[in-house]
């Protein structure tokens, strides 16, 4: 065995996991008092959506299936439509978070000033959905970088936003691209303050980590783009539990960098940070 000229080490990022948002609606379901169903999982990972199931707590996103009189609409927003829906079903509690009601405010205020909208970010994710929902569906969603080159027609008046979630980088590539065709853009950031906190934590993270573990579900867009951002500076790997650890090669790796994405609760994150020290433990005691 080749004898290891440093001891490894763990480091966490500054800043992970949950945002305001999420952890707000959690928080709601959390505290409630009575039969609740969350309309759609409340965070796109499986253990605390299981967790939450296990207290009882309900979710579907067909409305005829809903069974109880209270219903929760989780961070990401819903279009008003669905809203009015909902209200007809039952009592609704509104845990759309703060940061994202703010963006259906400014995408309504483009559309009332006549601007065609761009927003960044997925087609099928639910914000982007309610926020298309807030004006009608009249905006144009753009993916990536590709499909900003690929974009035409002659606008006037035209403004980009941008999903809260997205990677703060690949939204001023877009920008950038854009204003070749269309220099008047009006371009408002609408990515939201904790998840540029996030990303910019995991770069430090990753420029003094010999090996990135972002945590987070693996149906988390969020995660899945934090995991790629990071692996363009080091090697990165996307897990969703703490088993996954003991499938990773560590060699060559004298700090092993944690963060995690939005939709990944303290609980599940402070096991694989337990996890991952055990095993950092068990490598150094080897090399000695």
Same mark, same amino acid.
């Given at each position: 065995?080749?004898?290891?000229?440093?001891?490894?080490?763990?480091?966490?990022?500054?800043?992970?996991?949950?945002? /305001?948002?999420?952890?707000?609606?959690?928080?709601?379901?959390? !505290? /409630?008092?009575?039969?609740?169903?969350? /309309?759609?999982?409340?965070?796109?990972?499986?253990?605390?959506? @299981?967790?939450?199931? !296990?207290? +009882?707590?309900?979710?579907?996103? *067909?409305?005829?299936?809903?069974?109880?009189?209270?219903?929760?609409?989780?961070?990401?927003?819903?279009?008003?439509?669905?809203?009015?829906?909902?209200?007809? @079903?039952?009592?609704?509690?509104?845990?759309?978070?703060?940061?994202?009601? @703010?963006?259906?405010?400014?995408?309504?205020?483009?559309?009332?000033?006549?601007?065609?909208?761009?927003?960044?970010?997925?087609?099928?994710?639910?914000?982007? =959905?309610?926020?298309?929902?807030?004006? +009608?569906?009249?905006?144009?969603?753009?993916?990536?970088? *590709?499909?900003?080159?690929?974009?035409?027609?002659?606008?006037?008046?035209?403004?980009?936003?941008?999903?809260?979630?997205?990677?703060?980088?690949? /939204?001023? !590539? &877009?920008?950038?691209?854009? =204003?070749?065709?269309?220099?008047?853009?009006?371009?408002?950031?609408?990515?939201?303050?904790?998840?540029? %906190?996030?990303?910019?934590?995991?770069?430090?993270?990753?420029?003094?980590?010999?090996?990135?573990?972002?945590?987070?579900? =693996?149906?988390?867009?969020?995660? =899945?783009?934090?995991? &790629?951002?990071?692996?363009?500076?080091?090697?990165?790997?996307? &897990?969703?539990?703490?088993?996954?650890?003991?499938?990773?090669?560590?060699?060559?790796?004298?700090?092993?960098?944690?963060?995690?994405?939005?939709?990944?609760?303290?609980?599940?994150?402070?096991?694989?940070?337990?996890?991952? %020290?055990?095993?950092?433990?068990?490598?150094?005691?080897?090399?000695?």
């Amino acid at each position: 065995m080749v004898r290891r000229l440093w001891m490894m080490e763990v480091r966490i990022a500054r800043q992970h996991g949950f945002c /305001f948002g999420v952890r707000r609606a959690i928080q709601i379901a959390d !505290e /409630f008092d009575g039969p609740l169903t969350t /309309f759609g999982p409340l965070v796109h990972n499986p253990y605390e959506v @299981k967790r939450l199931e !296990e207290k +009882g707590i309900a979710s579907t996103l *067909e409305i005829p299936e809903i069974k109880t009189e209270n219903i929760l609409v989780r961070a990401h927003g819903i279009a008003p439509a669905v809203m009015d829906e909902l209200k007809k @079903k039952g009592k609704v509690v509104d845990g759309t978070c703060p940061l994202v009601k @703010k963006v259906h405010g400014i995408a309504q205020m483009l559309d009332r000033s006549g601007y065609k909208i761009l927003i960044f970010g997925q087609n099928n994710h639910p914000e982007t =959905k309610g926020t298309q929902g807030h004006i +009608g569906n009249k905006g144009i969603v753009i993916e990536n970088a *590709e499909e900003a080159k690929q974009f035409s027609g002659s606008y006037d008046k035209i403004a980009l936003i941008s999903q809260t979630t997205e990677i703060i980088e690949e /939204f001023k !590539e &877009i920008e950038s691209i854009l =204003k070749e065709e269309y220099p008047h853009l009006r371009v408002l950031d609408t990515i939201c303050q904790p998840t540029k %906190e996030n990303q910019n934590a995991a770069t430090e993270l990753a420029r003094e980590s010999d090996l990135v573990v972002v945590v987070g579900g =693996k149906n988390s867009s969020n995660t =899945k783009k934090l995991a &790629i951002n990071c692996s363009k500076i080091t090697k990165a790997v996307h &897990i969703e539990n703490p088993e996954e650890l003991d499938d990773l090669d560590y060699d060559g790796v004298n700090v092993l960098g944690l963060t995690a994405g939005a939709s990944t609760p303290d609980w599940l994150f402070d096991r694989i940070v337990a996890k991952a %020290e055990e095993i950092c433990s068990k490598i150094n005691s080897m090399a000695q």
